[in-house]
């Protein structure tokens, strides 16, 4: 059986990430139906809301086995506009890493650094994580400068890593440690923490 659901929610002047919630689907959907969007994925774009609803359906068995632990983006006036999540868990070590998408509309406009701020305080100041890792397609030029200016450090090139489609790509490597995220310009951003979240991605 299935741990109970958790309700954990960071708040930031603008977005919130949440526990996902059946009802999105239609939200993400709109979002992720944009080839865009995913062009730099191993999934999408999506083609049916069907597609939206199964993808949240996993989500709760994911949390409860502390592989995987996605939230909803919400703005806190337009709503859902995406996903951010920390996958690759390892407790031992203290480490995930990040990925993120959200709308077209939002990009170049602060969402995704708000966004790695609110999952930057969950990872080091709620969960107890020491580093943060983050990839990124090594032709996505716009992915690695958002990374950079944040503070995540370029730590090397990953060959034939992400598969996608019918090929393998190489991806850029990118970390953040705890002393790096206390000195850098994520914790500015203002959080406020409700709830609690899943016990198997608390470090002990």
Not at 76 to 82: D, T, V
Not at 147 to 172: A, K, M, N, P, S
Request: net charge neutral; glycine share 10%; hydrophobic share 45%.
């Amino acid at each position: 059986m299935l741990a109970a659901v958790d309700d954990l929610a960071l708040t930031g002047p603008s977005l919130r990430v949440r526990i996902p919630r059946e009802e999105d689907a239609a939200a993400l959907f709109a979002a992720a139906s944009d080839p865009e969007v995913t062009r730099w994925f191993s999934w999408g774009p999506y083609t049916s809301q069907d597609e939206a609803r199964a993808y949240l359906a996993r989500l709760p068995a994911q949390r409860a086995r502390g592989e995987h632990f996605d939230l909803v983006v919400e703005h806190l006036q337009a709503g859902p506009i995406g996903i951010s999540g920390l996958g690759e868990p390892v407790m031992r070590d203290r480490h995930a890493v990040i990925g993120s998408w959200l709308g077209r509309a939002w990009w170049g406009t602060g969402a995704n650094r708000e966004c790695k701020a609110l999952m930057c305080h969950l990872a080091f100041a709620v969960l107890g994580f020491d580093r943060v890792g983050a990839y990124a397609n090594v032709e996505h030029a716009r992915s690695q400068r958002a990374l950079e200016r944040i503070g995540f450090e370029r730590e090397g090139v990953l060959r034939g890593y992400h598969r996608h489609g019918d090929r393998t790509l190489d991806v850029v490597v990118f970390g953040l440690l705890r002393a790096q995220w206390e000195a850098g310009p994520l914790p500015a951003v203002p959080v406020t923490v409700a709830g609690e979240p899943p016990p198997a991605f608390v470090v002990t």
